[in-house]
């Protein structure tokens, strides 16, 4: 039997989403990019360095899969460090703040409707894109 390239978005399109082409297409950080949407969730990449805001999301999990690079999610009780191939589910309601020495790439899956800085808002509040 052939193999066949996954399927995303519709059946007409039968091509995979490749992860490495959609992060050369931006450079700016903690600018997340939706690259497609599962039911009422999005699968967005971003790239991020330096420190984010300490947020919570109160009606939602959030989760972070490292593609590149090492992430520092930081909470009132501790830390987690993720290299690349690990993720971590951030559970709703709990305070935390990613952190980066140097540039990450990272894939996360949360409802559409999230916002990234969560509670906390302010000038790193990201406008929806999709690439």
């Known amino acids: 039997m052939p193999h066949r390239r996954a399927r995303c978005g519709s059946v ?33 990449l971003v790239k991020v360095k330096g420190e984010f805001v300490r947020h919570q999301h109160a009606d939602t999990d959030e989760l972070f899969l490292v593609i590149d690079g090492e992430l520092t999610i930081r909470f009132d009780a501790g830390e987690v460090t993720l ?3 690990e993720l971590y589910v951030v559970p709703r309601g709990v305070y935390h703040q990613p952190v980066s020495a140097g540039e990450t790439s990272v894939l996360l899956f949360e409802p559409s409707s999230t916002v990234n800085t969560g509670d906390s808002g302010g000038e790193l509040t990201a406008e929806r894109a999709r690439i």
């Open 12 to 44: 007409a399109g039968m091509r995979g989403i490749n992860i490495a082409e959609k992060l050369a297409q931006f450079d700016e950080h903690w600018s997340p990019k939706t690259v497609t949407t599962v039911n009422d969730y999005d699968v967005r």
């Open 83 to 85: 290299g690349p191939g």
